[in-house]
Each structure stands twice: as C-alpha cells, then as structure tokens.
C-alpha cells in the first residue's frame, strides 16, 4: 500500500524567505504525487501534481516541487514566502488500480511571520 | 469556475441517529469521493464511486455507511447509526474521465458532531 510522509507538522518562515515543505512517498509501483492547501474552514486546494514526464512541476501561487525518485520525495517550494500563504499543506499520492484513492499526509501547518 | 458544493455546512445529530450528507459535484465529472478528517488528524478516504457503483471503499467505509447518486446532479453520503467516532469534517470530491490522474476537486466539507 501506499503511503506519504510529511517531516514537521509545524513550519514557520519569515515572510520573503524560502518555503520548504517536505513530503516522502512509498509505493510499490509508479506513484502520483499531489500537494494541496487547506486555508481555515475551506476545502481542500489542489497546489500541483505529478502524474508523468517532467519532474519539476509547477503549481499555483508560486508553488513548485520536484519529483525525485532515488528520493522517494516530492518536497514542495517557494522561493518568497508570503503572509498569504499562512495555510496547512498536505502531500498526497495515489496509484494505478486503487480507485483513484488519495492517500493524504499528516499535513504541515505554515507559519509566516513578518 | 465550477465547484463542489456540499449541504449542510454543520450538522449536529445524537448518537444513533441517521444522517444523510449532500454533495453536487461538478456537473461534467465522473468520479465521486468522500473523504473524512477527524479533528487534528489526516484526512482519511471514504470511498470512491464511478457508473453507479463503489469502485473502492476503505476499513472505515463499513455497514454503517452507503453513498448514493440519486439523481444526475447530487452525491449523498449516508451514516445509518451515528457514533460518537464519526464527528469529524466530511469532504466530498469529484474528478473527470482522467481517472487517478485527474484532479479532485473538493468541496468546502460538512462539519459532523455526534453527540
């Protein structure tokens, strides 16, 4: 079965400084790979995804993240954090044959502090 | 843009209780969800549905739960018995004819509180 990781339930930045969000995946076959925002009493924002080719996507927002396979990691970035992007931010993955289930990560709440 | 609307927003019930939450997903969508998310915790699958029918459902998806389509517009989601566990945010999502590569699209959630 498949499953993600998300290192630190907590991160905080300074505004304008990098966002870094780490996600780790494990699957026994080619994953796909997605990251969604949840700002306070909304739904769930997808941000990007991964299915196939290029392995550096690029999402709303200023978002990006790399899939990195020898890594098993889709970590998420930002260059220049923004006090707009306060919001918890989830890692999910899902497979071929699974019913299109997602499998979420814990979630990473973001802090941006002035 | 089209989105996922889901009835009502907050619902309180007593233990035992049934309770029937309400989704429309976007209307040119193929494949329904519910997921749910206990205070605090990940959010979990439910279910998936595709032409009528569960193509996947989890654990916690039991006896107590069914999902229904009853119309071309509305995707319900059924609780028969609630129980104190199964307070927690329910999302619905839909996704198009992409299959597992297709975005799902969620729905602001509904807010369930067993008492």
């Known amino acids: 079965a498949q499953s993600v990781t998300q290192l630190g339930s907590h991160v905080s930045v300074s505004e304008g400084a990098l966002v870094l969000l780490r996600c780790n995946y494990s699957s026994s076959v080619p994953p796909y790979l997605f990251w969604y925002v949840q700002y306070p009493n909304q739904g769930l924002q997808l941000l990007l995804k991964?299915?196939?080719?290029?392995?550096l996507v690029k999402g709303i927002n200023g978002f990006e993240a790399e899939f990195k396979k020898s890594e098993t990691s889709f970590h998420l970035t930002k260059p220049s954090a923004h006090m707009s992007d306060a919001a918890e931010y989830f890692c999910a993955v899902t497979v071929t044959g699974g019913g299109n289930k997602l499998t979420f990560g814990t979630g990473t709440q973001l802090k941006v502090e002035l | 843009e089209p989105e996922v609307t889901q009835t009502p927003s907050h619902q309180v019930t007593q233990m035992g209780q049934e309770v029937i939450l309400r989704c429309v997903p976007i209307s040119n969508h193929l494949y329904f969800y519910w997921y749910r998310q206990i205070l605090g915790q990940k959010v979990e699958f439910l279910v998936s549905f595709y032409n009528n029918e569960i193509s996947e459902k989890s654990e916690i998806f039991d006896d107590q739960f069914s999902v229904e389509r009853p119309d071309g517009s509305n995707f319900t989601l059924k609780i028969r018995s609630t129980k104190l566990e199964d307070s927690a945010m329910y999302f619905c999502?839909?996704?198009?004819?992409?299959?597992?590569?297709?975005?799902?699209?969620f729905g602001p959630g509904t807010r369930l509180t067993v008492l």
């Open positions: 991964y299915t196939t080719g290029a392995t």
């Open positions: 999502a839909s996704s198009g004819a992409g299959g597992f590569t297709d975005t799902q699209y």
